[in-house]
């Protein structure tokens, strides 16, 4: 693992031996790092100002929170255990709203939602995500299990604009690329205080987030690397970090004795709304 990941030392036994694949990682749980996520996606500049200076409040996190959550998981589901037709609906649809996005005179950096590097970008962060909270719920995979879960999850990039040719052959060639992409994070006040406002979730009714929010920041905090923490400026210490260890260490016994429907139930729901939208010609984002 390099140094641009989550660092962990103890991690749940493998439940088995045998072939993954990233429609494994879809477990409810791996939900919990969606905050994280955001945060890595956006501590690249030209990602982070598209979002936050972007005129489509449709898809404005912090006007729409439920609707742009509901989105962002219907993708993972799309990406990983879709059809070939769920992904070209999706990727139509959210290209549509993808020509809208791109910087004015204004901006301080250059972007646009079209761009393949960011969009390459974006889906590595959705792909380190997903390994990062399988194996903290499955256990550590060996390198052969890594390279078939990492082979499995390029649609995570070319369900958009992301080309075969593009997302990395192998999955050390993959770190190879994490490793040169970190160096490019960088964040400022307007994207950090973006940021903060979300996971304090200054969107949703302040009586509903008081009770979550020491929560969302311990859980955001813990499933960034050292390098994504320290831009955003987020604390983090020896003893944070056994809770973390000690508490996904009991999430992922839980885990291993329920049931695959309750497990991944969710992530197969939100794909039958996608399908069920398709059919009846409504917007999917």
């Given at each position: 693992?390099?140094?641009?990941?989550?660092?962990?030392?103890?991690?749940?036994?493998?439940?088995?031996?045998?072939?993954?694949?990233?429609?494994?990682?879809?477990?409810?749980?791996?939900f919990?790092?969606?905050?994280?996520n955001?945060?890595?996606?956006?501590?690249?500049?030209?990602?982070?100002?598209?979002?936050?200076?972007?005129?489509?409040?449709?898809?404005?996190?912090?006007?729409?929170?439920?609707?742009?959550?509901?989105?962002?998981?219907?993708?993972?589901?799309?990406?990983v255990?879709?059809?070939?037709?769920?992904?070209?609906?999706?990727?139509?649809?959210?290209?549509?709203?993808?020509?809208?996005?791109?910087?004015?005179?204004?901006?301080?950096?250059?972007?646009?939602?079209?761009?393949?590097?960011?969009?390459?970008?974006?889906?590595?962060?959705?792909?380190?995500?997903?390994?990062?909270?399988?194996?903290?719920?499955?256990?550590?995979?060996?390198?052969?299990?890594?390279?078939?879960?990492?082979?499995?999850?390029?649609?995570?990039?070319?369900?958009?604009?992301?080309?075969?040719d593009?997302?990395?052959?192998?999955?050390?060639?993959?770190?190879?690329?994490?490793?040169?992409?970190?160096?490019q994070?960088?964040?400022?006040?307007?994207?950090?205080?973006?940021?903060m406002?979300?996971?304090?979730?200054?969107?949703?009714?302040?009586?509903?987030?008081?009770?979550?929010?020491?929560?969302?920041k311990?859980?955001?905090?813990?499933?960034?690397?050292?390098?994504?923490?320290?831009?955003?400026?987020?604390?983090?210490?020896?003893?944070?970090?056994?809770?973390?260890?000690?508490?996904?260490?009991?999430?992922?016994?839980?885990?291993?004795?329920?049931?695959?429907?309750?497990?991944?139930?969710?992530?197969?729901?939100?794909?039958?709304?996608?399908?069920?939208?398709?059919?009846?010609?409504?917007r999917?984002?």
């Amino acid at each position: 693992m390099t140094a641009n990941r989550i660092i962990i030392t103890r991690y749940t036994a493998r439940w088995d031996d045998g072939p993954v694949r990233a429609a494994d990682a879809m477990d409810f749980w791996s939900f919990a790092a969606g905050a994280a996520n955001v945060v890595m996606q956006l501590s690249r500049p030209g990602v982070g100002h598209g979002v936050v200076e972007s005129k489509v409040e449709s898809g404005s996190l912090m006007k729409h929170p439920w609707k742009r959550a509901r989105t962002t998981f219907q993708y993972l589901a799309v990406a990983v255990i879709g059809s070939d037709d769920d992904r070209a609906a999706f990727g139509r649809a959210v290209d549509t709203v993808h020509r809208q996005v791109r910087s004015g005179p204004s901006s301080p950096v250059r972007y646009n939602a079209f761009d393949r590097d960011l969009q390459m970008w974006v889906a590595a962060c959705l792909f380190v995500g997903l390994e990062d909270t399988y194996q903290l719920l499955r256990g550590r995979m060996t390198a052969e299990q890594a390279e078939q879960f990492y082979l499995s999850a390029r649609p995570l990039g070319t369900t958009l604009q992301v080309t075969d040719d593009q997302w990395p052959l192998t999955r050390a060639e993959f770190d190879d690329y994490w490793d040169g992409a970190c160096r490019q994070v960088a964040m400022d006040d307007v994207v950090r205080g973006y940021l903060m406002d979300l996971i304090k979730l200054r969107m949703i009714n302040p009586l509903l987030a008081l009770p979550f929010r020491p929560l969302l920041k311990f859980l955001t905090a813990g499933f960034l690397a050292p390098v994504f923490r320290d831009a955003l400026g987020l604390g983090w210490g020896s003893a944070r970090q056994w809770c973390f260890e000690r508490l996904f260490l009991s999430v992922a016994f839980v885990n291993r004795f329920l049931p695959g429907l309750i497990r991944q139930g969710g992530s197969h729901l939100l794909l039958a709304d996608v399908r069920l939208r398709v059919r009846r010609q409504r917007r999917l984002v």
